[in-house]
């Protein structure tokens, strides 16, 4: 898997959606099967991160899961 590529796309991604974009980190952490991406930003910004009723986070970890399982892995996404 090209994780600097996966981690590049949901960084981009996601600083497009939020007001402090220079704040939004994603740190990648490996699991038995597949990555877990741990994504930080401005508190300010993580109701525009999770978006109204989880619909934000849920289609940018569509995306995630659709991209990580051309590799044959499995995606998690974590706010913190």
């Given at each position: 898997m090209n994780l600097p590529k996966t981690k590049d796309l949901l960084k981009t991604m996601l600083?497009?959606?939020?007001?402090?974009?220079?704040k939004i980190t994603v740190d990648t952490i490996p699991f038995h099967n597949g990555m877990m991406?741990?994504?930080?930003?401005?508190?300010?910004?993580?109701?525009?991160?999770?978006?109204?009723?989880?619909?934000?986070?849920?289609?940018v970890r569509t995306l995630c899961v659709a991209y990580c399982a051309r590799e044959g892995l499995k995606c998690q996404i974590l706010i913190k």
């Open positions: 600083q497009k959606l939020v007001d402090n974009p220079e991406f741990e994504i930080d930003g401005e508190k300010t910004d993580k109701g525009k991160l999770v978006g109204k009723n989880g619909r934000t986070v849920a289609a």
